[in-house]
C-alpha cells in the first residue's frame, strides 16, 4: 500500500513536471510593429519593448497588458536598456535623437545631449553594466564606435574602435569591467568579415578575440546562458552559414555550421538549449548545443532575446513572445495558414507578392531593407477574406527604382504577421 503511494505520487509529480515545461508563446496584447528590436527586462513582470515605429511599450504584469509611452515616427528605435524601474535609455539609428533617457520609469523621454565625438551615427546595441556604467555601440553600416558611462548617465565617453572593427552591431558585459562587442570590419557592405571584440579594462582597450575569413558577413547578437559558454550569430545572406561558440568565457571563438538562414537574433537557456531568429521563417532550435537544428515556429523575424533564468525569457520580433511554463491563450495564432509568397524572385523591374486572408483584416504590407527601415508601403487598408496579389513596381516611397539587393516583404493582417526575403537584381 505505502509503495503503491508513493509510485502514484511519483507518477503525479513527473506529469506535473512534463505539464510544466516552459514553452514559447505569443503575447497577445504586445504591440507590433515592422520590427521591435529593442527589449529589456527588469524582472520577470516589468519591461520595455521599443520599435522601428519610434515606439516605446511597457509592461508592468508580465506581458499581459500594454502601455504606450512614447511616439515618434521619423524614430527607429533599435535597443533599450534600464538601470533601474525609473532610470533606462532607448538607442536610435537617427544621429540627430542618437540616444533617449528617461528618469521616471518612460513616462517622459529626452534626448540625451552632450555625447562627444567621436560619436556613433546610430546606436544599435546597449548593456547596462550596473547601475551607474552602460556602454553602447553603433553601427551597423559602420564607423564602429563604443560610447560609455560610469556615472549612470551624468556624462558621456566616445571611443572610435578602427581599425579593430568597421561597424559594431550588439554589445555584452559581464561586469562592468569585462564585455564583448560583435561587428565587422573590412568595407561595408560587401567586404566586411565578422569580428568580435573584447575588454577587460572597461573598454579602455580592446582586442580581437575572433576575426572572420567570408565577405559580406558581420556578427550580429550575443548571448551568454553561462559564464564561460557564449555564442553570436552571424549574418550573411548568402551560404555557407555559421553561428560562433566559445566554451572558454570568450577567449577563443570556434565557427560551426548552420542551416541556409538568415541569422539575427539568438538566445539560449542553457548551454545546449537555444534558438536563432532572422528575417526568414521558422525559428531554428537546438537542444544539443548547436550541433544539430530544427525548425521551431513560435515566432516571427526575432531580433532580440532576453533569458531572466533558464526558464523564463523574452523575445522580440514582429511582436512580443514568452518563454515560461505559463499557459496562454492565443486565439488563432498558432493556427496554420496559407504562407505569403512572392514571385518571381529573384526579380528585375517588379515582383507579385500573393497572400490569403480567412477573413476581412488590416493588411499593411511593407518593403523594408535588411535592418528593418521602410523602403515603401504598398498596403495600408481594409482587405476582404481571400486571394490577394500586390505587385511591388521596384520603387521606393519616394519614387526613385530600389537599388539593386536584399529586401524583405514585411505583412500584417490582423494577428498575422510574416515577412520573407527578396532580391532585386538588374
Not at 262 to 279: C, D, H, K, R, S
Request: proline letters at 6%.
Amino acid at each position: 500500500m505505502r509503495r503503491s503511494l508513493w509510485l502514484s505520487l511519483l507518477a503525479l509529480c513527473l506529469t506535473r513536471s512534463v505539464l510544466a515545461a516552459p514553452q514559447w508563446h505569443a503575447l497577445p496584447a504586445a504591440p507590433v510593429a515592422i520590427r521591435i528590436d529593442g527589449l529589456h527586462f527588469i524582472d520577470p513582470e516589468q519591461g520595455w519593448v521599443c520599435t522601428g515605429d519610434g515606439e516605446i511599450h511597457h509592461t508592468s504584469n508580465g506581458g499581459a497588458t500594454w502601455e504606450r509611452q512614447y511616439q515618434d515616427f521619423a524614430l527607429y528605435f533599435r535597443c533599450i536598456q534600464f538601470a533601474d524601474a525609473q532610470r533606462g535609455w532607448a538607442g536610435t539609428l537617427s544621429s540627430n535623437s542618437l540616444l533617449m533617457h528617461t528618469v521616471n520609469g518612460g513616462a517622459d523621454w529626452s534626448v540625451v545631449t552632450g555625447i562627444p565625438e567621436p560619436r556613433p551615427n546610430a546606436l544599435c546595441g546597449l548593456s547596462a553594466a550596473s547601475a551607474q556604467v552602460i556602454y553602447g555601440v553603433g553601427s551597423y553600416a559602420g564607423p564602429a564606435r563604443v560610447i560609455r558611462t560610469t556615472n549612470g548617465g551624468t556624462t558621456w565617453t566616445s571611443k572610435d574602435m578602427a581599425p579593430l572593427a568597421s561597424t559594431l552591431i550588439d554589445v555584452y558585459f559581464k561586469s562592468p569591467s569585462e564585455g564583448f562587442a560583435v561587428g565587422s570590419v573590412g568595407q561595408f557592405p560587401n567586404s566586411n568579415r565578422a569580428v568580435v571584440l573584447h575588454t577587460t579594462d572597461g573598454g579602455d582597450h580592446w582586442q580581437q578575440r575572433f576575426v572572420g575569413t567570408r565577405l559580406g558577413e558581420w556578427g550580429w547578437k550575443i548571448s551568454f546562458p553561462t559564464p564561460s559558454i557564449g555564442f553570436v550569430s552571424l549574418e550573411r545572406f548568402n551560404a555557407p552559414m555559421f553561428f560562433l561558440k566559445t566554451v572558454d568565457g570568450g577567449l577563443s571563438w570556434s565557427e560551426h555550421a548552420f542551416p541556409d538562414y538568415n541569422e539575427q537574433g539568438i538566445g539560449f537557456a542553457t548551454p545546449l538549449v537555444g534558438w536563432v531568429g532572422g528575417a526568414d521563417n521558422p525559428t531554428m532550435g537546438t537542444t544539443d548545443g548547436g550541433s544539430t537544428w530544427s525548425p521551431t515556429p513560435w515566432g516571427d523575424y526575432i531580433d532580440r532575446f532576453q533569458f531572466l533564468n533558464e526558464g523564463f525569457a523574452y523575445a522580440t520580433g514582429v511582436s512580443v513572445y514568452k518563454y515560461s511554463d505559463e499557459t496562454v491563450a492565443v486565439g488563432d495564432v498558432d493556427r496554420p495558414r496559407p504562407g505569403t509568397i512572392a514571385a518571381p524572385n529573384p526579380f528585375g523591374a517588379n515582383t507579385t507578392i500573393q497572400f490569403t486572408l480567412p477573413r476581412e483584416a488590416r493588411v499593411r504590407l511593407l518593403i523594408t531593407d535588411p535592418s528593418g527601415r521602410v523602403v515603401r508601403t504598398i498596403e495600408d487598408r481594409w482587405r476582404a477574406a481571400g486571394a490577394h496579389r500586390v505587385e511591388w513596381d521596384g520603387r521606393t516611397d519616394r519614387g526613385t527604382p530600389a537599388a539593386a539587393g536584399i529586401y524583405l516583404f514585411v505583412l500584417h493582417a490582423g494577428d498575422r504577421h510574416e515577412m520573407g526575403k527578396l532580391v532585386r537584381v538588374r
